[in-house]
């Protein structure tokens, strides 16, 4: 798969550049395209192709931003005359605009954004307005939770999140997770998906700081709809991956129980790092009643100096009926990625039934093959 950089080619940029050109006339379309590929475009990275993108489109727009915001707006506006739709990755250079030429600017920035972000997403523009303007940022995101565009108001969750992927840290979140609740509480119903998707994601990086907080939130909120209970189950994944017996509990998987009798078993007791791990999972249920079971397994790593690592893995739910078999075959992948590095050494398979550590087996892995 081609990188997702390219992305931004000629014939893309040349679309930008007549959208630009339209709405600002006064645009030196040669000049603006030989900027934004000038050396060393080749060499740039995603996010780094848009800086170059935002950095030289303020370049080239007037300074003073009662002129450039409306100019973006109406850029927006030709570019989706030419087909291309809302909620666009690829155009997420247009928050980046605002972020950095209108940070000293707050509410001038937060009307451009409100427009904007229905384009092209916001969340990590928002980060930097945080960053300066935390107080008045956290009330423009409460407000924005009752507009009636609702991917404005994904902003104001996605925005806010404690631990947003990629976005810019926000250490008073970490600290203070509960400062936006006010936030989802506004938003945790949304008739929306997107926006339900994104408070779901919100609560479950409270969960990774504070379990209870992100617990006391959703345990009185389930049996609106089936929507709605789907939304708060996803929010609460990271608690029931490891074992919150009141999440556990609530959704009818007792934490107290698992098989009289259990195989774990590995194929081969050694694996190269880049090879997968295959093992089977088995057992009778000879219980007379029915009984809801969900599964997940820990890899204890090898670390570096000597240390040891637990990483959890889901491996599915499943209702057991009085007489079945439970088989189950899984492969763990030890491919070689960039946000994980092996070290040879014993590592251990363990098994997690409703929570509980149930069976372990012991590996050797090695190093990969030259």
Same mark, same amino acid.
């Given at each position: 798969?081609?990188?997702? =950089?390219?992305?931004?080619?000629?014939? +893309?940029?040349?679309?930008?550049?007549?959208?630009?050109?339209?709405?600002?006339?006064?645009?030196?379309?040669?000049? !603006?395209?030989?900027?934004?590929?000038?050396?060393?475009?080749?060499?740039?990275?995603?996010?780094?192709?848009?800086?170059?993108?935002?950095?030289? %489109?303020?370049?080239?727009?007037?300074?003073?931003?009662?002129?450039?915001?409306?100019?973006?707006?109406?850029?927006?506006?030709?570019?989706?005359?030419?087909?291309?739709?809302?909620?666009?990755?690829?155009?997420?250079?247009?928050?980046?605009?605002?972020?950095?030429?209108?940070?000293?600017? !707050?509410?001038?920035?937060?009307?451009?954004?409100?427009?904007?972000?229905?384009?092209?997403?916001?969340?990590?523009?928002?980060?930097?307005?945080?960053?300066?303007?935390?107080?008045?940022?956290?009330?423009?995101?409460?407000?924005?939770?009752?507009?009636?565009?609702?991917?404005?108001?994904?902003?104001?969750?996605?925005?806010?999140?404690?631990?947003?992927?990629?976005?810019?840290?926000?250490?008073?979140?970490?600290?203070?997770?509960?400062?936006?609740?006010?936030?989802?509480?506004?938003?945790?119903?949304?008739?929306?998906?997107?926006?339900?998707?994104?408070?779901?994601?919100?609560?479950?990086? %409270?969960?990774?700081?504070?379990?209870?907080?992100?617990?006391?939130?959703?345990?009185?909120? +389930?049996?609106?709809?089936?929507?709605?209970?789907?939304?708060?189950?996803?929010?609460?994944?990271?608690?029931?991956?490891?074992?919150?017996?009141?999440?556990?509990?609530?959704?009818?998987?007792?934490?107290?129980?698992?098989?009289?009798?259990?195989?774990?078993?590995?194929?081969?007791?050694?694996?190269?790092?880049?090879?997968?791990?295959? +093992?089977?999972?088995?057992?009778?249920? =000879?219980?007379?009643?029915?009984?809801?079971?969900?599964?997940?397994?820990?890899?204890? +790593?090898?670390?570096?100096?000597?240390?040891?690592?637990?990483?959890?893995?889901?491996?599915?739910?499943?209702?057991?009926?009085?007489?079945?078999?439970?088989?189950?075959?899984?492969?763990?992948? !030890?491919?070689?990625?960039?946000?994980?590095?092996?070290?040879?050494?014993?590592?251990?398979?363990?098994?997690? %039934?409703?929570?509980?550590?149930?069976?372990?087996?012991?590996?050797?892995?090695?190093?990969?093959?030259?």
């Amino acid at each position: 798969m081609e990188p997702l =950089k390219y992305i931004y080619s000629e014939t +893309f940029i040349s679309q930008l550049t007549n959208a630009l050109a339209k709405a600002h006339p006064k645009l030196d379309k040669q000049q !603006f395209q030989k900027s934004v590929f000038a050396s060393p475009w080749k060499d740039l990275e995603l996010k780094e192709r848009m800086s170059r993108i935002s950095e030289t %489109i303020i370049g080239f727009l007037p300074k003073d931003l009662d002129l450039m915001f409306p100019i973006l707006n109406d850029t927006i506006n030709h570019l989706r005359k030419d087909g291309v739709q809302d909620f666009n990755f690829a155009h997420m250079y247009f928050p980046e605009v605002i972020q950095k030429a209108g940070i000293s600017e !707050f509410s001038k920035s937060m009307k451009a954004l409100e427009f904007i972000t229905v384009f092209a997403s916001g969340e990590f523009a928002i980060r930097i307005f945080y960053a300066h303007h935390h107080k008045d940022t956290n009330k423009q995101m409460l407000a924005w939770t009752k507009h009636k565009d609702p991917r404005v108001r994904r902003l104001a969750s996605e925005g806010s999140r404690p631990l947003l992927p990629w976005g810019l840290g926000v250490p008073d979140f970490k600290k203070n997770p509960g400062q936006n609740l006010p936030i989802l509480e506004n938003l945790w119903n949304d008739k929306d998906e997107v926006v339900r998707r994104s408070v779901a994601n919100h609560l479950n990086d %409270i969960s990774k700081l504070d379990p209870d907080m992100a617990w006391n939130f959703c345990k009185n909120k +389930f049996g609106k709809s089936p929507e709605l209970d789907k939304s708060l189950k996803h929010a609460l994944r990271t608690l029931l991956k490891k074992g919150h017996k009141q999440s556990l509990t609530h959704f009818s998987y007792d934490t107290e129980w698992s098989p009289a009798k259990v195989s774990l078993r590995l194929v081969k007791d050694s694996v190269r790092i880049g090879e997968k791990l295959e +093992f089977h999972v088995g057992f009778d249920y =000879k219980e007379k009643k029915t009984r809801k079971i969900r599964m997940e397994y820990f890899i204890e +790593f090898v670390l570096a100096k000597g240390k040891t690592g637990k990483k959890i893995f889901q491996l599915g739910e499943k209702t057991l009926n009085p007489g079945d078999r439970l088989e189950l075959i899984k492969k763990h992948n !030890f491919a070689l990625i960039t946000t994980r590095t092996y070290y040879p050494g014993k590592h251990k398979l363990i098994l997690v %039934i409703n929570g509980k550590e149930v069976k372990e087996e012991v590996f050797l892995l090695a190093k990969a093959k030259k």
